[in-house]
């Protein structure tokens, strides 16, 4: 088992940054390609931007340019950069880890995931 955490989540207003933090514990954090996923109430949930094993990103259209996501191998954490948030990046932001090789944007190849955490911005 891997165990997620994620850290980070709170209120800020549109045009705002806030960094998200998720910590992994229980197995070899380096085998893991790393994702972050996104629901909005009453809204399926949608990926938001990963990162390889090796360190290559992919991001969703709807973030690309305002956020970032690295990892740290040594500390068994990535991280989520957040800038010129605006209201419709409202959402609970979930933390995930695949075993596949490459990056994945499809969330059922995640097998495990954070608790999740709010990210709310006001207008």
């Known amino acids: 088992q891997l165990q997620l955490v994620e850290s980070g989540g709170g209120l800020v207003q549109a045009g705002g940054s806030l960094r998200l933090s998720c910590a992994a514990s229980g197995r070899t954090f380096s085998s893991y390609g790393m994702g972050w996923f996104r629901q909005a109430p009453g809204k399926e949930r949608e990926f938001v931007i990963t990162?390889?094993?090796?360190?290559?990103?992919t991001y969703a259209n709807s973030v690309k340019g305002r956020f970032t996501i690295s990892r740290d191998d040594t500390k068994n954490t990535v991280n989520l950069q957040m800038e010129r948030l605006k209201p419709e990046d409202t959402a609970i932001y979930y933390c995930?880890?695949?075993?596949?090789?490459?990056?994945?944007?499809?969330?059922?190849?995640?097998?495990?995931w954070g608790q999740g955490t709010q990210v709310t911005v006001s207008s």
């Open positions: 995930a880890a695949t075993s596949a090789l490459g990056t994945v944007v499809t969330e059922d190849r995640y097998a495990f």
């Open positions: 990162i390889s094993r090796i360190g290559v990103t």
